[in-house]
């Protein structure tokens, strides 16, 4: 495995580092300020389009697309992307600049996979423009949905329209005001086998029978304007070329997005990681106590050096995740990336907390980004599947692969 990052990649990390520096480090206080206030819940930042268009016009657009998709972004393989997703994931909000934030990617990518012309002209090409966002709905609040056969709402044709019933919640993406479109999981065949029940269909926000019940918050915060949104669906109706690929390929799907999303969060979760671990640095550096600049304390250099270990052996399990994926398929390399989904937000977890408690009393403020690093960390040992789903089949595995020596 060679993981030097080509000519190419390092030109793209060149640019993204020095539009990061020059264009979002400046406002980043502004931003956070922006959303947290709460007369502007649920709006952009007024010069977020700015800073999009800045971004597409320097090539740095659409950078999680793989390499078949060149003439709407530079086409990089998992590999190529991951140094890039992390320098996104250092500032939480900074990925819509690039077109790059989820759920839009995972939405585009089934789109681009497995929508049909009509769909792609009318969703995808939007979408990749950036002039649009998306959500997705899978999560329901009655039943485990880490078991996504549990998913209930139904999904029945009626004629040339089908109607959809349910209740999502979870549905990230939701709550922003320029959500035009969902994809939605549910059963359109309760009685086919276990894992062809399901289908994903497209949905208009605007669509009648389509109600946010409320913001859904994470430890306190909302993410604004993205948000996570409560979605009842009440006979919905839409036409049936809204199904996406057929009925009962609903789990195909699922894991032809799934696969990306999950370690695109590892990715931007490494950002975080190495952030955090900067700033507990500079803190340690600077602070004064009992006399002595903390950084001299044996306890506090144990936990700066530990962190840097766990951050660049997650580091390392992402780029061999990512090169498994482009090499192999993501179903080969199914091991690796239930293995980093697992490490990552285990690892962020540890890094940040270090962090808070080096800053003090500032770190659980926002007058840092660790609080705010801390809790979506925690939350993507839920999403995308929770730790328990990921070791019970990566044990299955494992024990398959090597129980068949046994004589």
Known sequence: MNFEYSDKVLDLRKQLLQFMEAHVRPVEKEVEAFHRHPDHQWQ????????????????????FLPKNYENFSPGLS????????????RIIWSSEIFNCSAPDTGNMEVLAKYGS????????????????????????????????????????LDGEEYVINGRKWWSSGAMNPNCKV????????????????????????????????????????????EGHAEIQLDNVRVPKENLILGEGRGFEIAQGRLGPGRIHHCMRLIGMAQRS??????????????????????????????????????????????????????KVAKDLIAMIKIVAPNMALKVIDRAMQIHGGK?????????????????????????????????????????????
């Open 44 to 63: 952009s930042w007024p010069g977020l389009e700015g800073l999009k268009a800045k971004a597409k016009a320097a090539g740095l657009w659409n950078l």
């Open 78 to 89: 998992n590999l190529e992307y991951a140094p890039l997703a992390e320098i996104m994931g």
């Open 117 to 156: 012309p009509a769909q792609q002209e009318r969703w995808l090409q939007p979408l990749l423009a950036g002039e649009i966002r998306s959500a997705f709905l899978m999560t329901e609040p009655e039943v485990a949905s880490s078991d996504a056969t549990n998913i209930e709402t139904s999904i029945v």
């Open 182 to 225: 969902a994809i939605v999981m549910g059963k359109t065949d309760p009685s086919a086998a276990r894992h062809q029940q399901q289908s994903m269909i497209l949905v208009p926000m605007d669509t009648p029978g389509l109600k946010i019940i409320r913001p859904l918050s994470v430890f306190g915060y909302y993410d604004s304007p």
């Open 277 to 330: 671990l900067e700033l507990m640095s500079q803190r340690a550096a600077s602070r004064v106590a009992f006399g002595r600049t903390i950084k001299d304390f044996s306890s506090i250099r144990q936990e700066i050096a530990h962190s840097r270990c766990e951050i660049e052996q997650s580091r390392l399990l992402t780029l061999s995740a990512a090169d498994k994926m482009d090499q192999a398929g993501n």
């Open 363 to 407: 770190g659980v403020s926002s007058d840092t980004p660790l609080a705010h690093f801390y809790a979506i960390a925690r939350m993507l040992r839920l999403a995308d599947g929770p730790d328990e789903v990921h070791l019970y089949q990566l044990g299955k595995h494992t024990i398959g692969k090597y129980a068949k020596d046994l004589t």
